[in-house]
């Protein structure tokens, strides 16, 4: 019953920006921490960034001072604000939070960064 659905990926130049909307249904969004997870072609998923219910925020280090998390708990929506896009960015991007112990993921959305 949880769901998770990401949207705004694409192709964007290097130096660009991209807003990704993970849009969740199924359980109550405001009490779990959201996280951005990516994946790009033959490397294992990593995890991004994070946004606690209590909106804080942590990033991985690749993406620090140039990705956003926040979250807008009335829309029951996390997004991930990439800005200064680089390559090395390109990867599938999923939203995924853990609900009882176990983990949940929406289907991913493609960000390719490229010239």
């Known amino acids: 019953q949880v769901q998770l659905v990401e949207s705004g990926g694409g192709f964007m130049q290097p130096g660009g920006s991209l807003r990704l909307s993970c849009a969740a249904s199924?359980?109550?969004?405001?009490?779990?921490?959201m996280s951005w997870y990516r994946q790009a072609p033959g490397k294992e998923r990593e995890l991004v960034a994070t946004?606690?219910?209590?909106?804080?925020?942590n990033y991985a280090d690749s993406v620090k001072g140039r990705f956003t998390i926040s979250r807008d708990n009335a829309k029951n929506t996390v997004y991930l604000q990439m800005n200064s896009l680089k390559p090395e960015d390109t990867a599938v991007y999923y939203c995924g939070t853990t609900r009882w112990g176990k983990r949940y993921w929406g289907q991913g959305t493609q960000v390719t960064v490229s010239s």
């Open positions: 199924g359980f109550t969004f405001s009490k779990y921490a």
């Open positions: 946004c606690s219910s209590g909106d804080s925020t």
